[in-house]
């Protein structure tokens, strides 16, 4: 899925808006190589198009800093966001105003900012309820084409990621679902995927910390099925009656 099937049709008037502007009631928003993305905090998913492709077609090696950037804002931040959206005598904050991580997501996925992968991995491993608030409305066909395409040659991270109990189970899943994608799409790796899936389920069948795990499992057990990996079935088997 790329960036634009997540971007709503939306009017040609719009590019004569400026968006939400609520984001300028929060202090602390950093500053950016670009100023161009402060058109981030005021759009949801309805951005005009014309705006993200100003942003790609920024000098690539800044842009990937201040999309970084953006995303250690919304840890800073997190609590000055979460305090205006829950004060007792004010309004919820619009989604437009909540979209700016999973924007600087997207964007690095579709810039194909492999370096980055790291630092998109330790946001994703952040607790799960400040990545819930920034991007719970987000399903994960959504979201598993950015570790797709960040991640699709460097399985090894994506190994240890799923491996990270402090990690949300649902966002464990978004690499279990990326890694399950690239069989598909480059079916000369299978053997190469099926062998990332036996090494995940050996370490689950001694590691599974507690109840939430099970949503993981679950997901990758689906994976490997719809993939027909048969030569799996042994190691599933063993570890559903561990």
Known sequence: MSLDDLLSAFDDQQNDQVGDESWKEIGGIPKFNHQELLALYAWGFDIPKALIEAILKLPPESLIRDLHLMLEDAQA??????????????????????????????????????????????????????????????????????????????????????????????????????VGQIAWHYSGRRGEVFSWFETFFEYYSSNSKDESEKELLGDAVSVVSNLRAVDLLDIIEALFNA
């Open 77 to 178: 931040r997190y609590a000055d966001y979460l305090e205006k959206d829950t004060a007792p005598d004010g309004t919820p904050l619009a989604l437009s105003a909540l979209s700016f991580p999973a924007h600087a997501l997207f964007l690095l996925a579709e810039l194909e900012a492999t370096e980055s992968l790291d630092f998109v991995l330790d946001f994703l491993s952040q607790d799960p309820e400040l990545l819930d608030f920034w991007m719970g409305d987000l399903e994960t066909i959504h979201l598993w084409p950015i570790l797709f395409r960040l991640g699709k040659n460097d399985l090894p991270k994506l190994q240890k990621f799923v491996r990270n109990h402090s990690a949300g189970a649902f966002y464990r899943t978004l690499a279990i679902n990326a």
